[in-house]
């Protein structure tokens, strides 16, 4: 099996990132434009409206929209702590604090959960929509009544809340059905944890969904976006949070504009970062990386797990693929080590299944499951034969696979399809855009294969999203009460140490029944100009969030220039 080796380069190199501009810190400058392609460049924006469900609205409407909730910079890397934010959506309580809240506290008599609002924060003023007012409570209820209304909701992911009231002016109470493991995440800094006004609901030409109608109370304010294109966020002056550097607060954004560049072709972005044209790539490959030999004594690098994993779903609600010999011969067919080593150069890990190995106590190595899941990362397309053929499949069978159009995955999809027709096994590839892919599964209409990216979100959402009867994110499409009830039981239990392993067991069994052909995770890497100060190649602070990190972030215009750009 193969396993990413570059952790202790990685950690020595952001190490050595981290002295260099702690012994040459800077008086911090304002002004200039922070250019950035974000961690998925080639996709734009999907909805501007948090009721719509959709996971990308915290990322592109992040800069003006804030959450309850955020990952505290200051006690990771860049103030002498371990965490380097490299997470997707996960944040320990040691690294949490609060955005629009200021405490919180879970109540017993009656179960709620009672969150202070901050007093000292603004909503902007936005021509034809609103003035600048105050954000109260009322503010935090609006939001999460429209969501959970939305016709497009997942009425699971806040089923344990009764009901939502403001019970000051600066203080919303969550009174629950029942206590859920994962409320931060939920409420406090998910994907769909985004506050804003009712004012921007009721502006014309289309309300919420319009990017036109963005308002927030966040360190910038969208102002031209182009699909396909970029989006600029200009510096909101009156933002209400600072940034302490060397023991002294200062006023962000430091910058006076971020560009969000969406670039799909990666030719492209690399050739624009080589050029000065951007400022921070978050996630390039190992590929990508080497191309980049000419300048790289000149750039900051950082490498950090992806984000998602990949795999093969496999629908066992219909034949073939309701046969676990069938589902277990295909990901024996499959030699994910040597897929590693060939697309990769090795840099990757496998097994992840679908959990980071560095949620200590969540994730179970691979020498400690049971035999049955360590049989599922096996390669042994002879025993994949025999399995097809007791599966009364002995001459093999064809189904349809949709694929989004990125090369990456058409790509790992056709090597995939190469080790299933040497077992007899035809994957028939149907590409597609990625908006109609992403389709398909929130309609339950996608095929017997579906090209899944798993993400590493956090502990108890990575299996729930996988393997809840419910999720719309389950498209291998399991549907087992037992399954179901495991799940219910994590995410009422209240002792961590019994949620971990409630989750290390439940994915040790779910491996072993193999919904899904995981593939290997690759190991990205994060590189910028040394003009961008203040960034230590975190790339999330709360679900897939970056704009707090930009927003921190100054431009060193001398060495800019000095550097011939």
Same mark, same amino acid.
């Given at each position: ?5 570059? %952790? ?73 702590? !371990? ?25 017993? *008599? ?8 901050? !007093? ?56 629950? !059905? ?19 006004? *009712? ?11 319009? $990017?036109? @109608? ?22 909101? !002056? ?59 004594? *000149? ?45 990769? %150069? ?39 034969? +025999?399995?097809?053929?007791?599966? %009364? ?6 189904? +349809? ?47 017997? %294969? ?22 719309? $994110?389950?498209?291998?499409?399991? @549907? ?35 919904? &899904?052909? &995981? ?30 990190? $930009?927003?921190?972030? $100054? ?11």
């Amino acid at each position: 099996m193969a396993r990413g080796h570059l %952790g202790t380069m990685a950690a020595a190199a952001l190490g050595a990132i981290i002295a260099t501009q702690a012994v040459s810190a800077q008086e911090p400058k304002y002004g200039g434009t922070l250019t950035i392609s974000p961690y998925s460049p080639g996709i734009s924006a999907l909805s501007w409206d948090p009721a719509d469900w959709n996971w990308k609205v915290s990322i592109d409407a992040g800069p003006y929209m804030e959450q309850l909730m955020v990952g505290d910079l200051s006690k990771g890397v860049r103030g002498g702590g !371990k965490n380097n934010f490299f997470s997707e959506v996960w944040l320990s309580d040691d690294v949490l604090r609060g955005e629009l809240a200021e405490s919180w506290e879970v109540v017993d *008599k009656p179960l709620s959960i009672v969150v202070n609002l901050r !007093k000292n924060v603004k909503w902007q003023a936005c021509k034809g929509i609103m003035e600048a007012r105050d954000f109260t409570a009322k503010d935090v209820v609006f939001a999460y009544n429209r969501l959970i209304a939305s016709p497009k909701a997942n009425k699971v992911y806040f089923s344990f809340i009764d009901r939502a009231e403001e019970t000051g002016p600066h203080q919303v109470t969550f009174f629950l !059905k029942e206590y859920n493991s994962e409320w931060k995440y939920r409420l406090g800094y998910g994907y769909y944890a985004g506050i804003y006004p *009712k004012e921007i609901t009721e502006a014309p030409n289309g309300g919420a969904g319009n $990017w036109q @109608n963005a308002c927030g109370t966040g360190p910038f304010r969208l102002t031209r976006y182009e699909a396909g294109a970029f989006g600029d966020y200009q510096a909101n !002056k009156e933002y209400w949070d600072r940034e302490k550097i060397d023991g002294k607060p200062y006023k962000i954004p430091f910058v006076d504009k971020l560009v969000m560049r969406t670039i799909a072709d990666s030719q492209t972005r690399l050739a624009a970062f080589r050029t000065g044209k951007i400022d921070v790539m978050t996630n390039i490959s190992w590929d990508e990386l080497k191309s980049l030999a000419p300048i790289r004594d *000149k750039i900051k690098v950082v490498e950090h797990p992806d984000y998602a994993g990949e795999a093969l779903a496999m629908r066992v609600d219909a034949p073939p693929f309701d046969n676990p010999k069938v589902r277990l011969a295909l990901n024996l067919a499959v030699d994910r080590a040597a897929i590693a080593k060939q697309i990769y %150069g090795g840099h990757a890990d496998f097994p992840h299944l679908p959990l980071d190995e560095t949620w200590e106590g969540y994730f179970t190595p691979a020498e400690k499951m049971s035999e049955e899941a360590r049989e599922v990362l096996q390669y042994n397309p002879a025993k994949a034969k +025999k399995l097809l053929a007791e599966a %009364g499949l002995a001459n093999g069978f064809e189904f +349809k696979a949709q694929v989004p159009t990125f090369a990456d995955q058409l790509k790992k999809a056709q090597i995939v399809a190469g080790y299933l027709s040497a077992i007899g096994v035809k994957m028939i590839i149907e590409p597609k855009e990625y908006g109609a892919f992403l389709s398909l599964m929130t309609s339950g209409k996608h095929g017997p %294969g579906y090209w899944h990216f798993v993400g590493m979100s956090n502990p108890t959402a990575s299996v729930e999203k996988l393997f809840r009867s419910s999720s719309v $994110w389950n498209t291998a499409r399991v @549907n087992d009460p037992k399954v179901d009830a495991a799940l219910d039981a994590i995410q009422q239990e209240r002792d961590p140490d019994k949620v971990k392993k409630a989750v290390a067991a439940l994915t040790n069994e779910m491996t072993a029944r193999a919904p &899904f052909l &995981f593939l290997p995770r690759p190991r990205s890497f994060a590189v910028w100009w040394p003009w961008v100060k203040n960034y230590y190649g975190e790339i999330s602070v709360s679900a897939r969030r970056d704009a707090p990190i $930009w927003a921190r972030a $100054w431009i060193d215009q001398d060495l800019k220039k000095s550097m011939g750009f």
